[in-house]
C-alpha cells in the first residue's frame, strides 16, 4: 500500500540533503513530507511513481511562465529518471470551490509566454513522453488547465470535477490541444458545444463520454496512485511501447496506423519482457 496523503494545510521544511530546482521542490524517495509552500510545482517519489502537484492555490493553479518551467523540469525528471516508470498529475486545492487548473493566467499572456520549448504550453501539452502520465483531478479542470487533462494519459477525477474549454468567453481559442483533442475524445456534437458555448460538462458526463477513465466519490490522488500502481508492476518497455502506439492512434491515418502497430509487434516479441511474460504464463498454465 502507499503512504497516506500528506496533509495539505500542513507546511514542512525541506530536510537537510534536499534539494530545490527553481521554482519545482523535490523530495526523496519514499518521502511523504510535503514540501515548501514557496514551490509552484511538488515532485514526491513512490517507489516507481511519481506524483507532480500543481501547487498555486491561491490562483486556481493558473499557468504562469515560471510555473511552466517548474513543470517542464518535473516531466524531464520523470523523463529521465531510470527507477520512475509513471507519473500522476495532482493539483493543490482550495475549499469550497476547489480548482484543478484555471488555465493561462491572463495576467501575463500580454509578456513572456506560459511555454517551454520542449513542452510546449504547460512545459506539458507537447512534450514527447515516454512514461505515462495519469491526471488526478479535484474540482473544475477549465481551458488550458482542462487542455492539460486532455494530454495526460489516463483520467481520475474526483465527482466533484467539470471539465471546461471557456476560452471563447474571453475571445480566445483553446489552442493548447482543446480543438483539437476535445472532437477526438468527446465526438463533434459534445465538443463543439463545449468549445462554442465555454460551458463545462460533470465529471460524471466527462466519465460517460471516456474523457475520465476513472471516477471516484473518494481522494482523486488516491485514486489515481492506485491506477498508477497497477500500470507501474509492468516492464517499462512494454509500457513505453503501448503508450507510443496508442499515441499514434491518435493522430495517424488507419494505413500507418497498422505500420505502427506492425513495427509495436515486432518490438513487443524481440523483447526480454515479452520471453518472460510468456514464459509466466506459460508456469502458470502448467
Known sequence: MLPPRPDPGIATFRRPGRSSQGNLALVPSGSVDTVSTMALVTFEEFGPVAVITLNRPEARNAINPPMAKAIGDAIDRLENSTDLKIG????????????????NDLRSIDGEPATTPRGGFAGLIDYP???????????????GGCEIVLACDLVVASSRSSFAVAEIKWN????AGGVIRLP???GRATAMDMILTGQ???????????LVSTLTDGDARSAALERAEII????????RINLQTAHKAAT???????EANAEAARMIFDSPAFQAGLAAFNQRKG
Not at 172 to 175: D, E, I, K, T
Not at 232 to 239: K, N, R
Open 200 to 210: 463545462p460538462i460533470s465529471a460524471e458526463r466527462a466519465y460517460q463520454l471516456g
Open 129 to 143: 513522453r515516454t512514461k505515462p502520465l495519469v491526471a488526478a483531478v479535484d474540482g473544475l479542470a477549465t481551458s
Open 172 to 175: 480566445l481559442s483553446p489552442l
Open 184 to 186: 477526438r475524445l468527446l
Open 88 to 103: 500522476v498529475l495532482a493539483a493543490a486545492v482550495t475549499e469550497p470551490r476547489p480548482v484543478f487548473c484555471a488555465g
Open 232 to 239: 507501474a508492476a509492468y516492464s517499462p518497455e512494454t509500457i
Open 252 to 258: 495517424f491515418g488507419e494505413e500507418a496506423l497498422w
